[in-house]
């Protein structure tokens, strides 16, 4: 163990850590979860001190030996190095200090080693005075919020993308498959299996559009407004050349909040992708408890489409095999929707100048995002893209729908149809053959209406419509 020096006092840290005693007081006081922050997370607070010594020395706050320095040690965690040494819990101080601090710590030593120094001793670089300057943890982790949650849109929103061309696949393979609608879980007037698909794509392309125009929200930084949003100890140009090289870096289109005060107070923006990622969730929810209703059997249940079978379903039934992939989906798209609440009650927890619950918010949010993009991807590729259709049995339940009377309406009312339909289910017989034999409509012409395939268009089954 090596001695090292805060503000209150003397701590005990590893030697082998890149950390010092801020980030070893958080390990201690904070052993809750066992849980770290996410790699983007770890990567945009890397990119954020990178930017930071980079415009400061353009500015001419910091000198070229030490901005280099952190600047090298800052890139070697960009790209993927010493995330072992980020070691603070999500749940830790308020604001994410806790974790700023690691990140300060980590770089400063790194930058030390390379310049000469040992670790610990904090010189020529230093946490605060250097690796942080003209940071607050107010304007920097918000910023790591923001830049992090962009990373891992740009891989969801291609995931949801790769799912709704997936279901529109299936929706034109099966466009010609006729089935039984069913609404209130009853029989209901005839649909095409490819319709329902249709559906399942363009309501995932909607939920696409809503992610995409929450995620550009997060574009706006309020870096540089410090502890408030006054900017307080940082040069004038400060936020606007941090936007500029932030996006420069990144090849994102960053740009100002415009009112950095909202950008310490608000955290609305991370509110509304949560949102966003909750109602995707609640759309996959819905789809797949139809996939697993539509294939449910496969002998005693509705039996409409097959999912791959991608792993034995039962320990003690053999030949058993479940929904798994949806199954699945169904238990990432609940821990989203927790999630999702988690992050309301945290953001309508700040208070004036500032949201202490913002590491929690972080992890939430990341969560949801990760969890969700890898989700989509194996529902995408193990289930939705090997879905089989049984047509024969489809066209079954077509042919045996009580909704068929429907098409009776415009022929002999709405009461009558009614009583066709209900003595057809008490006798068990088909509807074709009440119809008949109350005389109501000749065979010929129940042939056109009661066409399960033309009830799926618009018009009057039997008529030619001018």
Known sequence: MRIERDSLGQVQVPDEALWG????RALENFAISGLKQDREY?????????????????????????????VEAATQIMEGRWHEHFVVDPFQAGA???????????????????????????????????????????????TVMRISATFKVQKLLPAIQKLAEAFAR?????????????????DAVPIRLGQEFG??????????????????????????????????????????AMVAKLSELTGITFRSSGNLFESM?????????????????????????????????????????????????????????????????????YHVMGNDQTIMLC?????????????????NLLQSLEILTNAIHAFTERCVEGIQANIERCRDFAERTMGLATALNPYIGYMAAAKVAQEALARGVPLRQVVLERGYLSAQELEAVLDPFKMTEPGIPGKELK
């Not at 299936?170 to 009853?186: C, N, P, W």
């Not at 706006?220 to 936020?239: D, S």
């Open 96 to 142: 994410g200090t806790s974790h700023n601090m690691n990140t300060n710590e980590v770089i400063a030593n790194l930058a030390n080693e390379a310049l000469g120094g040992h670790r610990g001793e904090y010189s020529p670089v230093h946490p605060n005075d250097h690796v942080n300057m003209a940071q607050s943890t107010n304007d920097f982790i918000p």
């Open 42 to 70: 770890i990567v945009a607070s890397a990119l954020v001190k990178r930017a930071a010594a980079e415009v400061n020395m353009a500015l001419g706050l910091l000198d070229e030996r030490r901005g280099r320095a952190i």
């Open 265 to 333: 107070q608000s955290t609305a923006d991370f509110v509304d992708l949560s949102a966003a990622l909750r109602t995707l969730a609640v759309t996959l929810t819905r789809i797949a408890n139809d996939l697993r209703l539509l294939s449910s059997g496969p002998t005693t249940g509705l039996a409409e489409i097959t999912l791959p079978a991608v792993q034995p379903g039962s320990s003690i039934m053999p030949g058993k095999v479940n929904p798994v992939m949806a199954e699945m989906l169904n238990m990432v798209c």
């Open 170 to 186: 299936k929706a034109r393979e099966f466009d010609s498959v006729i089935k039984s609608g069913r609404t209130h879980l009853q």
């Open 199 to 240: 559906a399942y794509a363009q309501a995932i392309r909607l939920d696409q559009e809503r992610i995409a125009v929450a995620a550009e929200r997060l574009k706006r930084l309020g870096i540089g407004g410090t502890a408030v949003g006054t900017g307080l100890n940082t040069h004038p140009r400060y936020h606007q």
């Open 347 to 363: 953001s309508q927890a700040g208070q004036l100048e500032l949201n202490v619950m913002m590491p929690i918010m972080a992890y």
């Open 21 to 24: 005693a801020q980030t070893q």
